[in-house]
Nanobody
Framework: QVQLVESGGGSAQAGGSLVLSCGIYGFTPRFPCMGWFRQAPGKEREVVATIHNAGGTTRYADSVKGRFTISEDNAQTTLYLKMTSLKPEDTAMYYC?????????????????????WGQGTQVTVSS
């Protein structure tokens, strides 16, 4: 059974940093496309960042470029999202997601409905 388990959320001051982790269980050999999404109250879920493992092609939302970094360990047991220079508008529930379809281009353009596996989410709250 596939499980994605997020951790590392919490509260931070504006300008601070947090690192989110997502444990990946029950899928072999590996998911070709992983991503982080977020959803703020009253808003739609949006893509934050994605990574295609065959070369590590990454994609970031314009709102987080230069501040957030997505990465995964070589064995693909854990997906990370390093968040720096946090802003109050980064406050949201953050979700880890996986897509079991190969292709760097499709990973680069994939949106929320294209991911078939989701974690339960971890809350990030940034205060000014």
């Amino acid at each position: 059974q596939v499980q994605l388990v997020e951790s590392g959320g919490g509260s931070a001051q504006a300008g601070g940093s947090l690192v989110l982790s997502c444990g990946i269980y029950g899928f072999t050999p590996r998911f070709p496309c992983m991503g982080w999404f977020r959803q703020a109250p009253g808003k739609e879920r949006e893509v934050v960042a994605t990574i295609h493992n065959a070369g590590g092609t990454t994609r970031y939302a314009d709102s987080v470029k230069g501040r957030f970094t997505i990465s995964e360990d070589n064995a693909q047991t854990t997906l990370y999202l390093k968040m720096t220079s946090l802003k109050p508008e980064d406050t949201a529930m953050y979700y880890c997601a996986a897509r079991a379809i190969w292709g760097a281009d499709s990973c680069y353009t994939a949106q929320s409905p294209d991911f078939g596996y989701w974690g339960q989410g971890t809350q990030v709250t940034v205060s000014s």
